[in-house]
């Protein structure tokens, strides 16, 4: 696409992965094309969730502005309520957007096929 990196303002990926140029043009490129640069830890890795931290994110879903962001412990909830009350962050319900979570959950799946056979199966399964 040629591209110079040093005149990309922001990068996302939506379905595709955008780019907006520090001049205004926006150039969107379709993922399948991206595998290349894809590391290999991320094909292999059974986490895309992040299911064992105590907070999780991800730019999935419909509201470009807002990153998906799953508390998973009391430490997450600790976290996150103290970046709200400084008002560092603003929240709102991921039931704003249920297409988000649907996907979180089937890429989650998708990516727990990858654990090894001798891993416990809670964490297989997911908890």
């Not at 591209?3 to 001049?23: C, E, H, R, S, Y």
């Amino acid at each position: 696409y040629g591209l110079p990196t040093d005149q990309i303002a922001k990068m996302n990926i939506k379905g595709v992965f955008q780019v907006w140029m520090k001049n205004g043009d926006y150039h969107e490129i379709n993922l399948k094309e991206c595998h290349a640069w894809t590391r290999e830890g991320c094909n292999l890795c059974p986490d895309f969730a992040a299911e064992h931290a105590d907070i999780s994110t991800g730019g999935i879903g419909d509201l470009s502005d807002w990153t998906l962001t799953v508390v998973r412990t009391e430490l997450g909830r600790a976290v996150i309520n103290a970046m709200l009350d400084d008002g560092v962050i603003q929240a709102r319900p991921g039931d704003d957007d249920p297409g988000a979570v649907a996907l979180m959950h089937k890429l989650a799946a998708k990516s727990r096929q990858r654990w090894p056979e001798w891993a416990e199966s809670a964490v297989r399964v997911g908890v």
